[in-house]
T-cell receptor, first 111, second 112 residues
Framework: DADVTQTPRNRITKTGKRIMLECSQTKGHDRMYWYRQDPGLGLRLIYYSFDVKDINKGEISDGYSVSRQAQAKFSLSLESAIPNQTALYFC??????????FGEGSRLTVL | GEDVEQSLFLSVREGDSSVINCTYTDSSSTYLYWYKQEPGAGLQLLTYIFSNMDMKQDQRLTVLLNKKDKHLSLRIADTQTGDSAIYFCAPDRGSTLGRLYFGRGTQLTVWP
């Protein structure tokens, strides 16, 4: 089983719908992240959390929210999806040195 | 300019060496990482170098760091078709470990 698991792996939705992407990890890491990848671009940080009570915005948090339900779970929500949020979303975890461990990605298409 | 710049494409023949170059802007970066992404998969850490080092070798991989010029390179010796992937240079954001800058990635294609 993967150490960092994302669900769903693929999702197609319509403009205006609420979407939640979930991430769970078995690595025991305190730090969790949500990144977005667009074709031809590097990864951009949406939100990150250094522990259950700590949530921080990244570079592109507008239109997104997160919830850290437990040390092992970090979910990303799009309250009202729009087409330019079509992208590949990655959850990641890390230890204090900063090395990131990525999930396999959730591909979201907003029509 | 961008925080991290990499050339977008590199093609090499199987058995040759590949060199992927990266320039970055944040002089406070402490750890500088190289990640590999295969089609349909997440990113995997390949190697990293600490900012007080000039070079790090790890089997077929050699990382060179020129901190003065903020230039990082990844050399893959004896490149194989299985090395075909996208390679990301990712320096950290200095004071906030775990927050990384990511380049756009270099698509490495290895021809048999």
């Amino acid at each position: 089983d993967a150490d960092v698991t994302q669900t769903p792996r693929n999702r197609i939705t319509k403009t205006g719908k609420r979407i939640m992407l979930e991430c769970s990890q078995t690595k025991g890491h305190d730090r969790m992240y949500w990144y977005r990848q667009d074709p031809g671009l590097g990864l951009r940080l949406i939100y990150y959390s250094f522990d259950v009570k700590d949530i921080n915005k990244g570079e592109i948090s507008d239109g997104y929210s997160v919830s850290r339900q437990a040390q092992a779970k970090f979910s990303l929500s799009l309250e009202s999806a729009i087409p330019n949020q079509t992208a590949l979303y990655f959850c990641a975890t890390s230890v204090s040195t900063g090395e990131l461990f990525f999930g396999e990605g959730s591909r979201l298409t907003v029509l | 300019g961008e925080d991290v710049e990499q050339s977008l494409f590199l093609s090499v023949r199987e058995g040759d060496s590949s060199v992927i170059n990266c320039t970055y802007t944040d002089s406070s970066s402490t750890y500088l990482y190289w990640y590999k992404q295969e089609p349909g998969a997440g990113l995997q850490l390949l190697t990293y170098i600490f900012s007080n080092m000039d070079m790090k070798q790890d089997q077929r991989l050699t990382v060179l760091l020129n901190k003065k010029d903020k230039h990082l390179s990844l050399r893959i010796a004896d490149t194989q078709t299985g090395d075909s992937a996208i390679y990301f240079c990712a320096p950290d954001r200095g004071s906030t470990l775990g927050r990384l800058y990511f380049g756009r990635g270099t698509q490495l294609t290895v021809w048999p």
